[in-house]
């Protein structure tokens, strides 16, 4: 008996133990430098530089003749954007680009919130930083670093940050906004050398938070976005008060995920199965199969030899322009495939959409964006922050058309601190651009949790 009794004890504190070191290990990470030249002897430069979006005559009159100089290829009959972008389609879109698109206008649009830049490990960093025009008395704005993905851009943010930094209801939290571009995206300078991944990016926005003055504050993204601000919980969980996100792809499945699998379809209550995660997760095999290789061509691409195809993008507007948009019509709706005009918009501003080409084209960013992919996943499938845990308080807002659907089971499997899970109305993978008002619905509601918890 006392044997027996001593074997659980041990048993039971060798649990315990690895429970408490499992939930003490944060995320290594090693400062980098990703400039030109050498690093300086001494500190580096922590300069804060207001920025502006431009536009020139020069620039436009380059982009219109290269649009002038594109040549057309029919779509077949019937195809849809079953092929790709849909050629017909096409043709509206960049006639429109051409000749009713206003993109000083646009300029003006992206310069409504303050731009700056701030040269971080040798490369400068391009962000917003939106502070709320008024804060209730007695409160003070809840900082929140936003982060986007591809082929996305800070500007996915636009709808979003008057909601979270003017909010129309009394009893809501006022949030003071950070914006970054990942380096390689947008206004944000390229890495220069080789290995730039997520979690050299995470180091970097923690650097830039710590520079603007946070010691705590909230983390949200999508696509990328999610990666990046979960290897920021993961490299510092103290200082990431809670973590919002809207995709949240498995990590390297444990045994309650595989068995969910294998026996989810019959004994879905066992899982906590809703009838939402039965449809999206045991579609027939094959049409499970048919569907990778029809939305995953890309990322093959991007992961293996991203500089070729990036090439050719940066220097055709319309090239670019369908690589781009493609995305934001099969990513927002699957269905939107049939449509003659992938459903673009549906959801979305032809002026919207062109804005976010165009930060790409006059920025340059498509072959960096897109080397991304390879710095992340060449580092094989499981890298180790993928093995890792988070303990940070987490609200995950689940879009029903997202392009890979995450019960709540599996969420909880990666942040054991699940606060929220949120089966939202209605949309997709671009949810902060799509849907901006139930985003910050969802992000008030989970922040409000985590401060009320704070507080007791």
Not at 105 to 126: A, M, S
Not at 200 to 223: E, N, P, S, T, V
Request: net charge neutral; charged share 25%.
């Amino acid at each position: 008996m006392f044997t027996e009794v001593l074997v659980a004890v041990v048993i039971g504190g060798l649990i315990l133990f690895l429970v408490q070191r499992s939930r003490s290990q944060v995320l290594k990470t090693e400062d980098g430098w990703w400039g030109v030249d050498a690093p300086p002897d001494g500190e580096e430069d922590g300069a804060i530089r207001p920025f502006k979006v431009t536009t020139s005559d020069e620039e436009l009159e380059d982009l219109y003749r290269r649009i002038d100089q594109t040549r057309p290829v029919p779509s077949l009959e019937d195809s849809q954007f079953n092929y790709g972008f849909n050629s017909n389609y096409l043709k509206e879109v960049v006639t429109y680009w051409r000749n009713d698109f206003d993109w000083r206008r646009q300029v003006n649009k992206l310069n409504q919130y303050p731009h700056f830049k701030t040269n971080i490990e040798g490369i400068d960093i391009h962000y917003l930083h939106v502070k709320p025009k008024k804060v209730p008395d007695g409160t003070t704005a809840i900082p929140l670093i936003m982060v986007h993905g591809w082929p996305g851009s800070f500007y996915e943010f636009y709808g979003l940050i008057p909601l979270l930094t003017e909010p129309s209801n009394p009893d809501d939290l006022v949030f003071e906004v950070v914006c970054p571009s990942i380096p390689g995206y947008g206004f944000s300078e390229a890495p220069h050398k080789k290995g730039f991944d997520s979690v050299c990016a995470a180091r970097i926005f923690h650097k830039l938070m710590r520079r603007l003055g946070f010691q705590q504050f909230y983390a949200h993204g999508g696509d990328w976005g999610w990666l990046i601000t979960t290897n920021m919980a993961q490299l510092e969980p103290k200082t990431v008060k809670g973590l919002h996100v809207n995709f949240a792809p498995p990590s390297k499945p444990g045994l309650p995920v595989l068995l969910s699998v294998m026996l989810g379809r019959r004994f879905p209550k066992l899982f906590g199965f809703s009838d939402m995660d039965i449809q999206r997760l045991f579609p027939p095999l094959e049409k499970l199969g048919v569907e990778m290789i029809k939305e995953t061509g890309y990322m093959h691409i991007q992961a293996t030899k991203p500089d070729t195809v990036g090439r050719g993008l940066n220097d055709s507007p319309v090239g670019l322009a369908a690589y781009i948009l493609e995305k934001f019509s099969t990513w927002t709706d699957q269905n939107f495939r049939n449509l003659e005009d992938g459903g673009l918009t549906r959801k979305f501003s032809l002026d919207d959409l062109l804005t976010n080409v165009m930060i790409y084209w006059t920025s340059g960013c498509i072959v960096p964006s897109m080397r991304f992919y390879k710095e992340n996943l060449s580092r094989g499938l499981y890298p180790p922050h993928t093995k890792m845990q988070v303990y940070v308080p987490t609200g995950f807002a689940c879009f029903p058309n997202e392009l890979m659907h995450t019960p709540k089971l599996w969420v909880k499997q990666k942040y054991r601190k699940l606060l929220t899970f949120s089966a939202m109305a209605r949309g997709g993978h671009f949810a902060a651009m799509e849907e901006p008002q139930l985003m910050a619905e969802d992000i008030q509601n989970f922040t409000k949790i985590v401060e009320k918890k704070k507080k007791k």
